[in-house]
């Protein structure tokens, strides 16, 4: 089946510092990943779309400038939490979406990482 | 508004027993209706995915159904398990990639 991997799985950081979290779908190739952030108890929130060698689309609210995503090739997505504060902790996932005719194309499936949590102190 | 809205909030049954979950929706356009296994700390894992044209689909003990005419889903979990206890979400595409989040029904399965 498709494998979406995260990295790292827990990271804490003191705040003003600057967070990479790097996304990577193992066996297929992805156009489209999805960055997700998800606060105790509540359901995912979409941050941003990002497609493979263009600009990420940002869901309203989001700052772009403070979440920098980065989706350079077909199987690798970034997204850099800049000038982190303990209000950005948080988990959080990213998904893939498989281009083409492979695993989950004909749902328009996404492909869910184990997710990264963030705590900023 | 696109919505999705789940019952229960949470549950506690016993092992080995069976439970329901429920799933109501407004979403518009609808492309299809996903249930999701999130074990705590970790992210969701796919269990069911239909279309329209499908109204149930079945793995392992997990069982969905989808009624789109009044736009319901359950998911249906048989002979529960210990490990079975997680959050389960259903989510409902709304176009090609947008996705619409329910909120999650937290099942506790007790020993």
């Known amino acids: 089946g498709a494998v979406v991997s995260q990295h790292p799985s827990r990271v804490i950081c003191k705040s003003g510092t600057s967070v990479k979290i790097e996304c990577r779908s193992l066996d297929f190739q992805a156009t489209t990943m999805f960055w997700y952030r998800q606060f105790p108890k509540q359901s995912l929130m979409l941050m941003a779309t990002s497609n493979e060698g263009s600009k990420a689309t940002y869901e309203q609210g989001v700052e772009k400038d403070k979440f920098l995503i980065n989706h350079a090739s077909l199987t690798l997505s970034t997204l850099t939490v800049t000038s982190a504060h303990p209000e950005d902790s948080s988990f959080y996932i990213c998904s893939a979406r498989a281009s083409g005719t492979g695993a989950g194309s004909s749902y328009n499936e996404q492909f869910f990482g184990p997710g990264t949590r963030l705590t900023v102190l | 508004k696109n919505q999705v809205e789940q019952s229960p909030q949470s549950l506690i049954i016993l092992e080995g027993k069976n439970c329901t979950l429920q799933c109501n929706y407004t979403v518009s356009p609808f492309s299809n209706l996903r249930w999701y296994k999130q074990d705590t700390g970790r992210g969701p894992v796919s269990l069911t995915i239909?279309?329209?044209?499908?109204n149930t689909k079945s793995n392992g003990r997990y069982t969905a159904t989808l009624d789109a005419d009044t736009k319901q889903s359950s998911l249906h979990i048989t002979a529960s398990q210990l490990s079975d206890s997680a959050s389960y979400i259903c989510v409902v595409s709304e176009s090609f990639q947008k996705l619409v989040f329910g909120t999650g029904t937290r099942l506790l399965v007790s020993p």
């Open positions: 239909m279309t329209f044209s499908e």
